[in-house]
């Protein structure tokens, strides 16, 4: 079978990103091969509004979409320099590097949830590649590239592979169900696949984001913009048993974090006097992230109990934390007891690699490879951002 390459565009927040994979299906699988994966971040610009500014980041979603296509497609223009199956005439065009677009297959681009705004910008620019090079565009959920950057890592246990130029295989069976816990700015839920690109939400937050209430947690404590790293490393210099912080709805797969938030704002001041008190910040900042760690754990332990997964994921922005990602991986690949006195093996646990774990477009390239050979492609004038897109519509 022919290599294929897809170009994916990423910008539902305030990130733009763009990766090129090839890849080539076979009997077992897809055997993917990560060419490019650029992200250029607007944290600068967003820092002084202490979170994403919808309005600037649009606006700098544009500027960056030029330059950072370019370099995404530079692997594509070297390989066409050695490679005759891409040798299209090339020679009889103007030198312009967006020609080598002639040479994919599809473009794909995330389609929602997220800001309209920042959607749009992504959308629009993979319609106009779209229709200037005949190419169809794969629509992906935000959420579906969180779970499949997963699989970049998938090279059997504890192998771990580069985010860029790195081959990799995803296996068709063997590795079903999976369930993944994607914990981002946006959203926290728990998904359970019994194939690939079929989703069922088993749990999720009903009211904030874990992310969110990193966030805005640091925004109490004063740590700015994004919080989720800065409470990460304050916490390091903390005791986290200092402060004992709820996890809500203990026998459910749903969270909550917004009591926990309003929980860690009233050690800080007296809700009725508005007095500020007394507390020690890095002590604060360790029981809150112990807390948020605590229900994400229990929860995703009730659902391997409940679901019996071969494989578990963890993705979105919070998998960057070193303190979940160690305690994720000690806890769940314990055996535990049933009732009935079985112990089930545990599940093989997928975690990207932290450059993955934040919004990126390797994961959307990667789920569009799979969506592209089940033929998941739409025509450009048929596709509309979806600021509320569900996983499992
Ligand atoms: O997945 P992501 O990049 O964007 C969304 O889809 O929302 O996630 C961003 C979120 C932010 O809330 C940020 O504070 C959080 O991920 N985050 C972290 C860490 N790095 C990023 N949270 C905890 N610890 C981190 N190291
Ligand atoms: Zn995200």
Known sequence: ?????????????????????????????????????????????????????????????????????????????????????????????????????????????????????????GIETAQVISAIYNKPIVPVNHLEGHVYSAFAEYKGKGQRVKVKNSKFEIPKRGIFPVLSLVVSGGHTSLILMEDHLKYKTVGQTIDDAAGEAFDKVARILDLGYPGGPAIEKLAKT????VYDLPVALKNSLDFSFSGLKTAALYLTKDPRTQKKLKYNRADLAASFQKAVVDALILKTQKAISKYNPKTVILSGGVSANGYLRERFVRQLSARRAE???????????????????????????IASALKFSKNQTIPWKDIDALPNFPIDF
């Open 1 to 121: 079978m022919k290599n294929k390459f897809i170009l994916a565009i990423e910008t539902s927040c305030d990130e733009t990103a763009m990766s090129l994979v090839r890849f080539v299906e076979n009997k077992n699988g897809w055997e993917i091969d990560i060419l490019s994966n650029v992200v250029a971040s607007q944290i600068d610009i967003h820092k002084k509004w202490g979170g994403v500014y919808p309005e600037l980041a649009s606006r700098a979603h544009l500027e960056a979409m030029i330059p950072v296509l370019e370099e995404a497609l530079e692997p594509l223009n070297e390989l066409r320099i050695t490679n005759n199956e891409l040798r299209m005439g090339l020679e009889s065009i103007h030198n312009s590097p967006f020609k080598i677009l002639d040479s994919i297959s599809a473009v794909a681009v995330t389609q929602g949830p997220g800001l309209i705004g920042s959607l749009l910008m």
């Open 238 to 241: 903390g005791n986290e048993n």
């Open 339 to 365: 009732p009935s006195g079985r112990r089930p093996q545990p599940p093989v646990i997928l975690i990207p690699p932290v450059a993955l774990s934040t919004d990126n477009a390797v994961g959307i390239a």
